[in-house]
């Protein structure tokens, strides 16, 4: 059974800029959530979104987005790139509610 | 509101010794708390899982931690390291009502180093 990938796994942007990331969670998945980690923050919670739906947030500025497809692959988009941004982006996905999070290799985005 | 303490920011043992890397954790609900490790340009790899059955909870490559409402503690431990086992590990707690694969929130983690 494959596992959660992440593309692309690396990014180079300017700041200013705009970034989607794409996340294909294992097959039969329907939850798939999104984190950030940064040495400073450590990792924190982006969203999460379930059959289509964004179900929980954290607490990010809007310029965060995401959304679901139909065949539960996820995408994130981050507009108007900050420094601050840099970071690996990690998609987990779960088959419901009370499972476990399964997570991908992330890709490490670098805002210059 | 949830949280998770991580006690320690770096461990290192040596290669056959016992690991402990503690962790203390806060929550208004139910809690559902996880061991992850993440060795270095990898995700996270789920250890074990705690969702209110046993109090002891095994995981894989010999790794067990014990949920302690007292203490509100769930220290992971392993009786001999290996120096394969050096990596990142993170403390996690979720709310059941949430769902147990929602909004994780993460601990500091613990970087251990297993020496030869």
């Known amino acids: 059974k494959a596992g959660v990938t992440q593309t692309p796994r690396y990014l180079i942007k300017t700041r200013g800029q705009q970034v989607t990331l794409s996340c294909s969670p294992i097959?039969?998945?329907?939850?798939v959530s999104w984190y950030q980690q940064t040495p400073g923050q450590g990792l924190q919670f982006l969203f999460e979104?379930?059959?289509?739906?964004?179900?929980n947030k954290g607490n990010f500025p809007g310029r965060f987005s995401g959304r679901q497809f139909s065949n539960s692959r996820s995408e994130m988009n981050v507009s108007t790139l900050e420094l601050g941004d840099s970071a690996l982006y990690l998609c987990?996905?779960?088959?419901?509610?009370?499972?476990?999070?399964?997570f991908g290799q992330g890709t490490r985005l670098t805002v210059v | 509101a949830q949280s998770v303490t991580q006690l320690d920011s770096h461990v290192s043992v040596s290669e056959g010794t016992p690991v402990l890397l503690r962790c203390n954790y806060s929550?208004?609900?139910?809690?559902?708390l996880f061991w992850y490790v993440q060795h270095p340009n990898k995700g996270l790899q789920l250890l074990l899982k705690?969702?209110?059955?046993?109090?002891l909870v095994k995981g894989i490559n010999g790794f067990e931690a014990e949920f302690k409402k007292s203490e509100t503690s769930f220290h992971l431990t392993k009786p001999s390291a290996h120096m394969s086992d050096a990596a990142e590990y993170f403390c996690v707690v979720s709310d059941r009502y949430t769902g147990t694969a929602s909004k994780l929130t993460f601990g500091t983690g613990t970087r251990l180093q297993v020496t030869l």
């Open positions: 705690y969702t209110s059955a046993a109090t």
């Open positions: 979104y379930f059959s289509e739906t964004q179900r």
């Open positions: 987990a996905s779960a088959g419901d509610l009370n499972t476990e999070a399964f």
């Open positions: 097959s039969g998945h329907r939850s």
């Open positions: 929550s208004s609900y139910s809690p559902s």
